[in-house]
């Protein structure tokens, strides 16, 4: 069974940062793409970004293009979020999730997700 326990979420000023992360257990994490979705209070959860099995290849959502940077390190079975600039639009739980294959996008499945962290973004 697949484990993903993500950590990083919290209160920022818009225009900060936060670093979110996501550490994998289970199936060899490191040959399966992996990625981030988020849900804000009343929206349908939506795809942030995605990065491959070897982190060759990384795909965004257009409102996280420029701002927010996905990577892994499969040494540590870990992939990061990296979200700077932050709005307060950002506002939202931030899940983890793992793929089936090798490489993933916008559209798609995950197999497997976190519980999710919280990001709040004060204006």
Known sequence: QVQLVESGGGL?????????????????????AMGWFRQAPGKEREFVASINW?????????SAKGRFAISRDNAKNTVYL?????????????YCNQYGGIVAGPKA???????GTQVTVSS
């Open 12 to 32: 920022v000023q818009a225009g900060g940062s936060l670093r979110l992360s996501c550490a994998a257990s289970g199936r060899t994490s490191r040959t399966y």
């Open 54 to 62: 070897i982190g060759s290849r990384t795909d965004y959502a257009d």
């Open 82 to 94: 990296q979200m700077n600039n932050l709005k307060p639009e950002d506002t939202a739980v931030y």
């Open 109 to 115: 499945r995950p197999d497997y997700w976190g519980q």
